[in-house]
């Protein structure tokens, strides 16, 4: 009789010192796989058709970082916060290093080709079936390629860090600007959604197919709150929201972020093997936009970067434009003298700034569905 209290205790203190650490352990992440656009572009675009001009990458990096950024995206303080180093672009050729995952992301992708080319319209041709492929062919012949022994060996990930692996996901955004540039309506726009949706999931099921297990896919961000929207598209009085963004683009963001979380809900059930976490980005960032006075940031639609215009956002004299003046190359779109006190980059892109507040702010897994944090996004929770 009087051993069962004891035997009690000892078994409830045994539980809780057991609970904390083993039912959520960190997933030690070897290396992260990224697929997205300029979001997430550590270097690919800039590879392929030339660098992203100075001042990018001032801050943090102190000369262009193939980044439209003035320093680190969200996809580097991602790879900060899981301890490894900062994600190589897949297709560039110099001083690349796998060994800790590769980086898919070209600024201007889409998750549909698009009948286009980059010279026409600007949209990158890798889109996230092309990225998808070069994947497979990096998964492939990077094992072949360690069996050369000596710097390939710790130049690419052994076979097993590819289940174990971080698959993150930040694409979209330009496949709805696509339409707009056709000059189609929101409804139109709307109605090709579903398939950018589905050529979407099909991706991330070829990647669980290879052996992918977890995915930490962002949701698109409010592109109406972005000066290269709001000074392109006339938009009426009416369609100005409180805060100034305009409602009619981010209306659409937001119907892509419930058919994506839909569609992540049905993967979940579709691949049983697979921990699946939604981050609502576009909260994260329109929450910033409506605080950016109250954090310090000041008007959240003044460019850092740019030349001109209302929102000193050009779209001619982009961030790094320059002109001859009297036989001389002149910056013309230059930086501001404090970057860090901006949210806006390049009226397009976020600064460093602003970039590493939304990672704070997801990070832990405020902005998760469901409210995993970034360390342990490879338990599956359904
Ligand atoms: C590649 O990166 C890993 C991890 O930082 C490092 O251990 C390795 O030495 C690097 N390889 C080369 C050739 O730089
Ligand atoms: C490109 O054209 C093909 C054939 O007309 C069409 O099926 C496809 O939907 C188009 N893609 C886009 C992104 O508009
Ligand atoms: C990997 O590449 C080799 C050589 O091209 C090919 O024979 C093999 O089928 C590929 N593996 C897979 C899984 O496709
Ligand atoms: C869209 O409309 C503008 C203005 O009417 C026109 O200049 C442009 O050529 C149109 N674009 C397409 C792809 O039809
Ligand atoms: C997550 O981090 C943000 C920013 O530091 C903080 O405001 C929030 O309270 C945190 N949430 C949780 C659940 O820890």
């Known amino acids: 009789m009087k051993m069962f209290p004891i ?8 539980l809780l010192l057991l609970i904390p650490t083993f039912s959520s352990p960190d997933c030690n992440f070897p290396a992260v796989f990224n697929f997205g656009d300029s979001n997430s572009d550590t270097g690919g675009l800039s590879a392929m058709f030339g660098q992203a001009p100075p001042p990018n990458g001032e801050t943090f990096f102190h000369s262009p970082s193939g980044r439209y950024c003035d320093g680190r995206l969200l996809i580097d303080f991602i790879a900060e916060g899981l301890g490894i180093p900062y994600l190589s672009p897949f297709l560039d050729s110099m001083g690349t290093n796998f060994s ?11 998750i549909r080709r698009q009948n286009t080319t980059i010279f026409q319209s600007g949209y990158s041709p890798i889109s996230l079936d092309i990225q998808y492929a070069e994947f497979f062919d990096f998964l492939n012949r990077s094992q072949i390629i360690r069996q050369k022994g000596d710097v390939f060996k710790d130049l690419f990930p052994e076979m097993d860090k590819f289940s174990s692996a971080l698959y993150t996901f ?3 955004q330009n496949d709805l600007t696509a339409g707009y540039r056709l000059n189609m309506t929101t409804e139109e726009v709307k109605a090709y959604v579903p398939d950018v949706i589905s050529q979407f999931t099909n991706v991330v099921k070829k990647v669980y197919d290879r052996g992918g297990r977890s995915f930490w896919i962002h ?3 409010p ?10 598209y006339l938009i009426a009085a009416a369609q100005v929201d409180k805060y100034g963004c305009a409602a009619p ?3 659409v963001a937001q119907y892509f972020n419930e058919k994506l979380k839909a569609a992540v809900h049905q993967l979940r059930k579709n691949l049983p093997l697979a921990a699946i976490t939604y981050v609502d980005v576009y909260s994260a960032k329109y929450s910033l936009v409506v605080q950016a006075k109250k954090l310090g940031f ?5 460019v850092c970067c740019g030349h001109g215009g209302k929102y000193n956002f050009n779209n ?3 961030c790094g434009a320059t002109k001859m003046i009297k036989g001389e190359e002149l910056l013309i779109a230059k930086s501001c003298e404090n970057p860090s006190l901006r949210i806006l980059w390049d009226g397009i892109h976020y600064t460093e700034a602003a970039n590493k507040w939304m990672y704070d702010q997801i990070a832990n897994g405020t902005f998760s569905d469901p409210p995993v944090p970034l360390n342990m996004a490879c338990h599956a929770h359904r």
């Open 298 to 302: 000041g008007d959240p639609f003044l």
């Open 7 to 14: 035997c009690g205790l000892m078994i409830s203190v045994t």
């Open 223 to 232: 592109v109406g709150c972005l000066p290269y929207i709001m000074d392109r």
């Open 316 to 318: 001619a004299r982009r």
């Open 249 to 251: 683009y981010n209306d």
């Open 100 to 110: 800790h995952g590769a980086n898919y992301a070209t600024a201007g992708s889409t």
């Open 219 to 221: 949701n698109t961000g």
């Open 170 to 172: 930040d694409i979209g």
